[in-house]
């Protein structure tokens, strides 16, 4: 079977779409497939989970039947990457509120950080195969 885990991210933030490039650059399984949380394909994704993206508002990881949501996702993400980056996954070992409010801090300042996006970039074929659809 084809097994292959889905992060959705925010389209319209330049931040997000930077992180899906280094996320798939450092994927060397291709294990990741990638969408856009704001896509018809997402909404059909999340609905059996009772999710949408306005509930969310979060990097969004689905694996193996399951849905994390924020430093969850962010890290189980960086877990299946190449070193040093898979060392991450040691951060699990924190609380979940600990671990999300500094998600969220970064979360709230994405946008200043590196701007927003009106339009996805036109990614490298390597990766546009990699999209969901």
Request: charged fraction near 25%.
């Amino acid at each position: 079977m084809d097994r292959h885990g889905i992060v959705l991210f925010d389209g319209t933030c330049a931040f997000c779409e930077r992180a899906v490039i280094f996320i798939a650059t450092r994927d060397p399984q291709a294990y990741f497939r990638f969408g856009a949380s704001q896509s018809p394909e997402a909404a059909e994704l999340l609905a059996p989970y009772g999710l949408s993206r306005e509930t969310t508002r979060s990097i969004i990881l689905i694996e193996d039947g399951q849905v994390y949501l924020r430093s969850t996702a962010s890290l189980r993400i960086a877990a299946r990457l190449s070193a040093p980056w898979s060392w991450a996954r040691v951060l699990l070992g924190i609380p979940t509120p600990i671990r999300d409010a500094a998600y969220k801090v970064v979360a709230a300042i994405r946008h200043r950080i590196a701007g927003k996006s009106n339009a996805c970039e036109i990614p490298p074929p390597e990766i546009r195969k990699r999209l969901i659809s």
